[in-house]
């Protein structure tokens, strides 16, 4: 069988079809991007002549055109877009800020009650440290024994009164035994409250 044949001339042939080819291509997709960019851009050529000259004199029609661009539109959705959240944030700054104050009001109510309970506090405490030196019994001790030399001070008087005569013998001996009995009585409760404590410092209470 005969065998085929490729020329040099062929083959240049198809290589400069595969290279018009791509080149079209390219062209295409440049084509295609400057459309795109171009779809951005007002068509002018859309527009009659009286058109045009409007354009040029009348500012309100020229705004309005320029206002209708697919560019312009989209502009002015995202700058809509960015004041809403704008708002949207105020608002929120707005009530974390009212709440802020609320909690400070809260707790400036809180700080005013506990200092105020805190300084009951602290006048109960001095009432009960107050009653507790009272009702000590060492201190009860030296009360009885307080008590008991005013009573024994009091039978010493009633007996200078007697004989001095500003008393008779029934009212000295009235006032006499009721303050020799008072005394009788605190210093046994002295002694006996003395005894007990001796009993607990002994017992190392």
Not at 64 to 71: H, Y
Not at 162 to 172: E, P
Request: net charge negative.
């Amino acid at each position: 069988m005969p065998t085929t044949q490729h020329s040099p001339q062929g083959h240049a042939h198809s290589h400069s079809l595969a290279q018009g080819h791509a080149l079209d291509r390219s062209e295409a997709k440049d084509a295609a991007e400057n459309g795109g960019e171009a779809g951005n851009m007002p068509d002018l050529s859309t527009l009659s002549l009286d058109e045009l000259k409007q354009l040029d004199r009348d500012p309100e029609f020229f705004d309005d055109f320029i206002e209708e661009m697919s560019v312009v539109q989209h502009l002015n959705e995202e700058l809509d877009s960015m004041m809403n959240q704008v708002e949207n944030i105020s608002r929120e700054n707005e009530s974390k800020g009212s709440h802020l104050v609320e909690l400070k009001r809260r707790l400036s109510d809180d700080y005013t009650a506990l200092k105020t309970l805190g300084e009951k506090c602290d006048q109960l405490n001095k009432k009960y440290l107050k009653k507790s030196e009272e009702y000590a019994p060492q201190h009860i001790r030296e009360l009885l024994q307080i008590a008991a030399s005013n009573a024994d001070a009091d039978c010493d008087r009633h007996v200078e009164h007697f004989l001095n005569g500003k008393i008779d013998v029934q009212t000295f001996l009235n006032t006499y035994q009721s303050s020799k009995k008072i005394s009788a009585e605190r210093k046994a409760k002295e002694e006996r409250l003395g005894t007990q404590l001796s009993a607990l410092e002994r017992a190392g209470i």
